[in-house]
């Protein structure tokens, strides 16, 4: 039973979506409308029970005092007052809220992003070898790219720009397309299973 | 060479072009000026949706190419609407709109209007395609859009002549599945360099008009508008540190063959001595 009624849900909706796409009608537009909107106020949910589980494995780390567990502290003060601020004097312009924002999160996390330009020249003056003709390749490839993609490289000769776009345009791009028909395909057959009740590990348990 | 250099070398690449300007000279590929006539060629008072489905990480790579694309919207009398698929969109489309908007006196609710944010993007942008009020039915002030001016005749996708994503991760191709695929929508893409080689294939197949890849997508559009901002300025940094990185990897590889053949030399010597 605890099973059996997700199953049949999914199978229903599943069914329904997959149906109401071939058919125009208004009740078929009006229904399929609903279940849009449901699915938002679901996803909202879902929201709340990843803020709160967040609340709560951030409070045990703090109560049993577990290593690190003055990042843990700041994680959930930053999740309170962001919250308390958003609700109290709202989000909008000259709010504490916008202005936490600005000066807080958009710069933190800007700042662990750009980290990546500090590991990524590490990690290829250390690692980037051409130990194979195959590694010799793909340093070519990479070296072309990176010119080819910065006005320096256009400065050098128009052939690296040239080449970089020939190189996004066609072997990087059929190896893309494969990679989406791939995915297309492994989505369908996901999907079928789900639908018709063999794929089940979406349900949790084994 | 110690690691502690190469980030000391990497700052320095990225900083100084940043303060002292260069100016290297740049060229507009073919999937940017496509994005630029796309909405060059709309007339006065057509309707562009523009998403910003991006986090906060992204800011510094994404807000050059949306205040050009921006720039040029306003600058032609088009009705901006925007929206975030993502939360941390919100505050910054917001921000980004208002700026740009008040350069050209646009007002709000007439010339542009901010609908907010809204969650599950499959469903949302799916939505849309039936009816914008169901899915906002108030804007990002809380106003009920049947009190806007500008949204009074917008009801769906057919009112839109061109969607534009402002994404950094796989958001544009959600929109290629529901919005152009089910409601033959135009869409235009601006997206950070790293996830640009993702959407060729949707250029290629037409799904995508055009597409802005990273500040070089942001500086082309700058020269396109003639409107030289933070896109140009990104690029010079960008090749020089892109330079270093290649010094860096040239450096590491004369060191891996000198050290394999001084091995092999040795290994020779020592044979010979037995």
Request: avoid cysteine; charge should be neutral.
């Given at each position: 039973m605890q099973r059996g009624i997700p199953i049949i849900v999914c199978f229903v909706f599943g069914l329904f979506m997959l149906i109401q796409f071939f058919v125009p009608h208004r009740l078929s537009v009006s229904a399929y409308e609903t279940v849009l909107d449901w699915m938002q106020i679901i996803f909202v949910f879902t929201l709340l029970v990843g803020a709160i589980s967040y609340a709560k494995l951030n409070a045990k780390k703090v109560s049993r005092r577990e290593s690190g567990w003055g990042y843990n502290v700041i994680g959930l003060a930053g999740l309170l007052v962001m919250v308390i601020m958003g609700l109290w004097?709202?989000?909008?312009?000259?709010t504490p809220f916008l202005w936490m924002f600005n000066n807080l999160q958009a710069p933190m996390q800007s700042t662990m992003f750009s980290l990546l330009a500090f590991f990524v020249a590490s990690a290829a003056y250390r690692?980037?070898?051409?130990?194979s003709w195959e590694a010799g390749l793909l340093l070519a490839v990479a070296i072309v790219v990176m010119l080819g993609r910065v006005p320096l490289g256009n400065l050098i000769s128009h052939w690296i720009p040239d080449a970089a776009n020939w190189i996004l345009r066609t072997p990087s791009m059929a190896a893309k397309r494969g990679i989406y028909i791939g995915i297309g395909l492994g989505t369908i057959s996901t999907s079928l299973r789900i639908i018709l009740g063999i794929e089940r590990t979406y349900l949790g348990g084994k | 060479m110690s690691r502690h250099l190469i980030f000391v070398l990497i700052a320095l690449s990225v900083a100084i072009p940043l303060v002292i300007k260069i100016g290297l000279p740049n060229e507009v590929t073919s999937e940017v000026m496509r994005v630029y006539e796309e909405i060059d060629q709309l007339d006065s008072g057509s309707v562009v949706l523009i998403s910003f489905?991006?986090?906060?990480?992204s800011l510094p790579e994404v807000k050059p190419m949306a205040q050009a694309i921006l720039h040029h919207c306003f600058a032609k009398k088009l009705k901006v609407i925007g929206l975030a698929?993502?939360?941390?969109g919100t505050a910054i489309g917001d921000q980004i709109l208002r700026e740009v908007g008040n350069e050209y006196q646009a007002n709000y609710g007439r010339d542009f209007v901010f609908l907010g944010f809204r969650p599950q993007y499959q469903a949302a942008i799916l939505g849309m395609g039936e009816d914008i009020k169901r899915v906002f039915p108030q804007d990002y002030k809380n106003i009920?859009?049947?009190?806007?001016p500008m949204m009074r005749?917008?009801?769906?996708?057919?009112?839109?002549?061109l969607i534009i994503s402002v994404a950094d991760g796989d958001m544009p191709v959600w929109w290629v599945d529901y919005?152009?695929?089910?409601?033959?929508r135009r869409l235009a893409v601006a997206t950070t360099a790293v996830m640009a080689t993702s959407f060729y294939p949707f250029l290629s197949s037409g799904q995508m008009v055009g597409l802005l890849g990273g500040l070089k997508g942001a500086a082309e559009y700058e020269m396109l508008i003639k409107k030289p901002g933070m896109g140009q300025r990104g690029m010079d940094a960008q090749s020089v540190c892109h330079l270093v990185i290649i010094l860096l990897v040239v450096l590491g590889n004369v060191a891996y063959f000198l050290k394999g053949s001084s091995t092999v030399h040795s290994r020779q010597s020592t044979a010979k001595s037995f």
């Open positions: 004097m709202g989000t909008g312009e000259k690692g980037f070898r051409a130990r | 489905d991006h986090e906060a990480s698929l993502l939360a941390e009920p859009l049947s009190q806007i005749k917008i009801k769906t996708y057919e009112d839109i002549s919005a152009v695929s089910r409601y033959h």
